[in-house]
């Protein structure tokens, strides 16, 4: 029997990604899984901490609230909130801002597909960052723009791949 390689990575593995508020892991991607089609991860925050304003030319977003309470602002006037157990899929090129309005903290699993050509043309923020620190690296799929960014060789298991 052919033994199939897959990737587990847990959230704890992943560096925080704290560039945009709050803390961003993305967990599954072109980098560590060698995903072809989107990314996922999972986000924390804290409360009165929010995710600034941005939205993705070539993504949907879909968003799962594990715990906690947050409020989605689309387009700075519709407010969506969210309760554990609810989910929500946010539109290619819609802005949005999640904030944790509530009094604990608030965990939440998103996934965003399909890719952009490059990782760094899949996000674009819409208003002031006052967060420092780098771009998710997420990778990119196969043949998609330039270079060879979490591109592997055939036979090659992805970067923490369980045999």
């Known amino acids: 029997m052919t033994e199939i390689r897959l990737t587990k990575v847990a959230a704890e593995q992943v560096a925080p990604n704290r560039r945009r508020g709050g803390d961003i892991r993305v967990m599954l991607s072109p980098k560590t899984a ?60 819609v802005r949005h801002r999640v904030a944790n309005d509530g009094a604990e903290d608030a965990r939440l699993v998103f996934h965003l597909s399909p890719l952009a050509p490059r990782p760094e043309l899949g996000h674009v923020d819409t208003e002031h960052n006052p967060y420092t620190g780098a771009h998710p690296d997420v990778g990119a799929a196969a043949g998609a723009g330039q270079g060879t960014a979490g591109v592997r060789a055939a036979g090659e298991a992805p970067a923490g791949s369980r045999r």
């Open 34 to 93: 060698g995903a072809t089609s989107g990314f996922m991860g999972v986000a924390h925050l804290r409360p009165g901490e929010h995710f600034i304003e941005h939205y993705h030319p070539y993504s949907e977003e879909f968003l799962y609230l594990v715990h906690g309470r947050v409020t989605v602002l689309i387009e700075r006037d519709q407010q969506i909130v969210l309760e554990p157990g609810e989910g929500l899929m946010i539109p290619k090129g």
